[in-house]
Structures are given as C-alpha cells and as structure tokens.
T-cell receptor, first 113, second 117 residues
Framework: QKEVEQDPGPLSVPEGAIVSLNCTYS??????FMWYRQYSRKGPELLMY????GNKEDGRFTAQVDKSSKYISLFIRDSQPSDSATYLC?????????????FGTGTQLKVEL | GAVVSQHPSWVICKSGTSVKIECRSL??????MFWYRQFPKQSLMLMAT?????????EQGVEKDKFLINHASLTLSTLTVTSAHPEDSSFYIC?????????????FGPGTRLTVT
C-alpha cells in the first residue's frame, strides 16, 4: 500500500464547476499538508499549505485536512480553463528534519469551456 | 520571490555519456536542495537531499555513484547523471528550501527533461 493515495483521473468538469480533489494517507506522523499544481512539462507550484486538521481558504481554493480520517481535500470554486493541470497532494512529518515530502500520484484536471 | 531555475530545460544525450543539470535559487539562499525524478503519469520521487558544503543524502535504491550531486554554494546544486542509459530518461526536478525564515517549504524548479538515446 502506498503511503499516499490519490486518484489519477483524468477529471473533466465544465467551466464554473466546483472541483473536489482528494488524497488519503496511512502515515499518522504526517503533520503538514500541501497541494501543488503542475502544468504539463513544468515544475510543481505550491498552492496551499496547511498544518494539522482544519480548513484554509485562499481565493477560489479551499484546503481541508481531517487527520482522524487521514483524508485531505482541495476544493476549487468557479473553475476556469486555466485551472487545467495536474494537482499533487504532498505531506510530511518531522522525519529527516521535516525535509522529506511524500507526494500523491497527482490528479489530472481538465476544465472545459 | 522564491524562484528556482534549472538548466538545461531539456537535453538529449547518447547512451554512455554523462549529463550535468544545474539548479539555482535566484532570489534566496538555500542550504538544502532536493532532487526528484518523475516518470510519465507518476508522482515525484525524491532521489536525494543536497546540503551546502556536505555530502548528499540519497534515498534507498538511488545509486550515489551514478547520480552525482554537488552543492558547492548556497544558490547552486548540480546533478550529474553518469554513464546514462535509456532507462535514465525522465523528468528531473529540483527544489530548494528558503532558509530565511522558519518555513520548511520547498520551491520547485521548472524541471529538466532528459532523453537518453
């Protein structure tokens, strides 16, 4: 079993839809949770960063963490074609001085006009 | 701020040759840089952690003699793929930690696509 599970998609939605992206994990030592956006042939770009359980909102993006269920989510409101990308969840604990990130496989999202 | 660059963005080399990839933090100092490899439709896999002025720490299964890492300054780390083979063809991405604050966040470069023929 992988430490982090993420549905690879692809996920196709119409413009303006609310998108829900999710990851589950098995390592209870993970404390910091991140969402990255990666366009084709580009490096990942940090979108959201949360610590422990709770919600965090930034513009059209909302990140949720439920540590009791080992489940994290990213919601995108009013999705735009420019949101079409692969979304990677990542998480870490304090192992290795807090350096080591464990990534999900990424969910490919396509927002259609 | 927190911009990381990589050079080259893509490279094609013949089997048996060596290739060097550079990773630079442009507007911050990074005592720690990371090298990842990403195969098509797969996630990023950490290869090694590079600390300025010391030897890199390699993940299990990564050959340190094949993937040479040098982190000679606070803004530059290099990855050299020695005696490259077609199975080394992949997307190599570096990241750097901004040491100015308490953030552990990693900022990623745009990646280097290596094709070994």
């Amino acid at each position: 079993q992988k430490e982090v599970e993420q549905d690879p998609g692809p996920l196709s939605v119409p413009e303006g839809a609310i998108v829900s992206l999710n990851c589950t994990y098995s390592n209870s030592a993970f404390q910091y949770f991140m969402w990255y956006r990666q366009y084709s042939r580009k490096g990942p770009e940090l979108l959201m960063y949360t610590y422990s359980s709770g919600n965090k909102e930034d513009g059209r993006f909302t990140a949720q963490v439920d540590k009791s269920s080992k489940y994290i989510s990213l919601f995108i409101r009013d999705s735009q074609p420019s949101d079409s990308a692969t979304y990677l969840c990542a998480m870490r604990g304090l192992e290795g001085g807090g350096n080591k990130l464990t990534f999900g496989t990424g969910t490919q999202l396509k927002v259609e006009l | 701020g927190a911009v990381v660059s990589q050079h080259p963005s893509w490279v094609i080399c013949k089997s048996g040759t060596s290739v060097k990839i550079e990773c630079r933090s442009l507007d911050f100092q990074a005592t720690t840089m990371f090298w990842y490899r990403q195969f098509p439709k797969q996630s990023l896999m950490l290869m090694a952690t590079s600390n300025e002025g010391s030897k890199a720490t390699y993940e299990q299964g990564v050959e340190k003699d094949k993937f040479l890492i040098n982190h000679a300054s606070l803004t530059l780390s290099t990855l050299t793929v020695t005696s490259a083979h077609p199975e080394d063809s992949s997307f190599y991405i570096c990241s750097a930690r901004d040491t100015r604050g308490l953030s552990y966040e990693q900022y990623f470069g745009p990646g280097t696509r290596l094709t070994v023929t």
